[in-house]
């Protein structure tokens, strides 16, 4: 998906760098694409054609994020689309790297997990016939997925409600997951808050609009605010000072970026910084997982081994 996304924005650049009216680039470019992709596309141009704004086309299309409307929009009214696309670009492209690090970090501790349930249950195939052997480790297996997504299902459920805020207040305090959710969360609002800004946006206003994009309820809300506060003449710093949640470093880029002048690009170098930070909690909480599950398929293994034994050794004493 991701992958997908960085190629489309990456032919967008080129397109309209080249003077390619945006309808048109949509057209050529659903000529190669598939699916949804395609459709959306279509409807975009054919909405262009007819006279719509390039956003009312694509938030038409139900196929853009909210924070890729709003940056493609910034980017039409400040004349830099190219930029902008190239800006989508570099976003995907990193979410593409960073989920592809992501899965190739748990395919061990996945793969060691299941070999230590299904491994040592290979025995029963032979003594009780394989619907034994599945109906065994199914059971073992479905322990296992309730205990690692059972959480998961839960909190997702839980954003679905108004206790949305307070689900992911939990979750930002859940440690290493909870610090490396809120840098990556803080990164890309700092990087689509640059854009905004660099676009021509009022501070303000690319502030409330970066409420608007955010995953997290909780992170949501402390952007909301500062907008509230800078309503009242004040500066974004002063806005954030007394938000527990905004990681120091973004805050002292913020102050340096408002003093200098170079707001825009003092908000990137700190979405950089917090996306590495962000990568070291990610590598972190990996090799907790990791050694959780050696730790788990040990102790399966284990326990397989001495039953085993126990009652191999209990049946000979029976026969004597």
Known sequence: MFGGRSQLY?????????????GDAFSRIALSAGGNTRRALNLASQAIQ????LREAIDATNFFDPFEIELISAGENSGRLPDTFRALAAIYEKKKKNLIAFLFAIAYPVFLMHAAILLPNVATIISKGLGKYLLVVGGELSIIYALFFGPAILYFIGRLTPL??????VLLSVPFLGSMIKKT????SATVLAYLYESGIPIIGAV????RICNNAA???????AAERMGKDGTLNEAILSEPLVPDILSDFITTGEKSG????????????LEDEAKNARR?????????AFCLAAGLAAYKIISFYAKLYGNIGKIK
């Open 10 to 22: 990456s032919r967008l650049a080129a397109l309209a760098e080249a003077g390619i009216p945006i």
């Open 50 to 53: 007819k006279g719509a704004s």
């Open 164 to 169: 949305a805020p307070t689900m992911d207040r």
């Open 185 to 188: 969360e803080f990164a890309r």
């Open 208 to 211: 409330e609009q970066t409420s």
């Open 219 to 225: 992170i949501k809300e402390v952007w909301a605010r």
């Open 262 to 273: 170079n707001l825009d690009e003092l908000l990137l170098q700190a979405a950089s910084v």
């Open 284 to 292: 972190i909480l990996m090799a907790l997982i990791t050694g959780f």
